[in-house]
């Protein structure tokens, strides 16, 4: 079972950028389709954006034209590039597999939007 640890949230500024991380811990490799998950306090998560093996990416309308999501294979590590971040965008983040068999659920990383 792949355990996925995500990294690289902190407090920014409405207009600012971060640039998330998500990582399998251990000697574990991640082959599959991906995916960045958000929960906001109050609201169930909800998938974002989401990477194919081959590189392709969709996004939902609420991040689409701000983040990107990327993969390095050789890093065995998949992206999220957020821009132009709102109050709204503030969130615990998660990666994991789009589909329905999913991976443990890592621990998340907060992203705080002040604005």
């Known amino acids: 079972q792949l355990h996925l640890v995500e990294a690289g949230g902190g407090l920014v500024q409405a207009g600012g950028s971060l640039t998330l991380s998500c990582a399998p811990s251990?000697?574990?490799?991640?082959?599959?389709?991906m995916g960045w998950y958000r929960q906001a306090p109050g609201k169930q998560r909800e998938l974002i954006a989401w990477?194919?093996?081959?590189?392709?990416?969709n996004y939902t309308d609420p991040v689409k034209g701000r983040f990107t999501i990327s993969r390095d294979n050789a890093k065995n590590t998949i992206f999220l590039q957020m821009t132009n971040l709102k109050p709204e965008d503030a969130a615990v983040y998660y990666c994991?597999?789009?589909?329905?068999?999913?991976?443990?659920w890592g621990q998340g990383t907060q992203v705080l939007v002040s604005s």
């Open positions: 994991n597999y789009p589909g329905s068999r999913k991976y443990s």
């Open positions: 251990g000697n574990s490799f991640i082959i599959s389709d």
């Open positions: 990477i194919t093996t081959a590189g392709n990416t």
